[in-house]
């Protein structure tokens, strides 16, 4: 069986193997979209279609397209994507690529490989990760990461340098295209709220050394390796964060009420 990885479902595993199971094995996914990814998912649509030639109309039409969208929230949005344009009209970095889908192939978990036993016939463990783009400048080319958010800025920046997304975007970029990626950047748009009337934009460089890279490399083959052997034994385990209410999950309900199946079936639907 061949086995995909993407940064979400990479979370998802270290967080709680049972969320993993639920939401990757079996295809949970929750019935509610809330207005806070509907922004998200806008404000990326209509900059990834203004970053190919600045055409703001043509941007602002694209996230109108956006399932979910409705008058107010084109309100928000609009507002984020004027304060991008107004930021990054003048761009010290150019655009490569917008959007990239792209799957990667990692080694294989299996014992045959990882004892040098040989390669098998096609990958068994993949990468998948989903990019908002290659920029070029500063001496080499970055991974371009989008993020909207509501928070303080401070908070945001202090929560993004501990996330790991950044090293599986840059890792699987490198993999695949073959440049030397330096590192990613980030744009930030935050929403207005309070202490903040307007929308503010951030850019933050984060370069990354090729042994940090690689040390993603050795952890996906871990993480597949840990998720083949929990396939194989059926032991899905509950996280202990969840009990003491580290994070939040979208499977609380069912886990809360003795996992009984119409808690799952009120609030997903099985893909
Ligand atoms: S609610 Fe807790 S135990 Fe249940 S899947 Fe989520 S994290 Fe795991």
Not at 5 to 23: D, E, G, I, M
Not at 84 to 110: A, G, H, I, N, Q
């Amino acid at each position: 069986m061949a086995l995909i990885l993407s940064n979400s479902s990479v979370s998802k595993f270290t967080q709680c193997p049972k969320r993993y199971k639920l939401s990757k094995l079996d295809s949970w996914k929750s019935t509610s979209k809330s207005d806070a990814l509907i922004i998200g998912s806008a404000t990326h649509k209509g900059i990834e279609i203004w970053s190919a030639d600045k055409d703001e109309d043509a941007a602002y039409l694209a996230c109108m397209e956006v399932d979910g969208m409705d008058e107010e929230l084109f309100e928000t949005v609009f507002a984020l994507l004027d304060e991008y344009f107004r930021t990054y009209k003048e761009d010290e970095l150019s655009s490569v690529v917008t959007e990239l889908d792209m799957t990667v192939p990692v080694l294989s978990s299996t014992p045959a490989v990882a004892l040098g036993l040989g390669m098998p016939r096609k990958p068994y463990l993949s990468y998948r990760a989903i990019i908002d783009g290659i920029k070029f400048g500063r001496g080499g080319y970055w991974v371009h990461e989008i993020k909207t958010s509501g928070e303080k800025p401070g908070n945001f920046w202090k929560k993004y340098d501990k996330d790991h997304q950044t090293l599986g975007y840059v890792w699987s970029v490198a993999k695949k295209t073959g440049f030397a990626i330096k590192g990613a950047v980030v744009d930030a748009i935050f929403k207005p709220g309070y202490q903040r009337p307007d929308p503010i934009c951030e850019r933050r460089f984060f370069p990354i050394d090729q042994p940090i890279v690689d040390s993603w490399h050795d952890n996906l083959i871990q993480i597949g390796a840990d998720i083949e052997g929990k396939i194989q034994s059926d032991d899905f385990y509950e996280s202990f964060n969840c009990r003491t209410g580290y994070f939040d999950c979208e499977f609380k309900l069912y886990c809360a009420n003795g996992n009984q199946m119409e808690f799952l079936e009120a609030t997903h639907v099985k893909l």
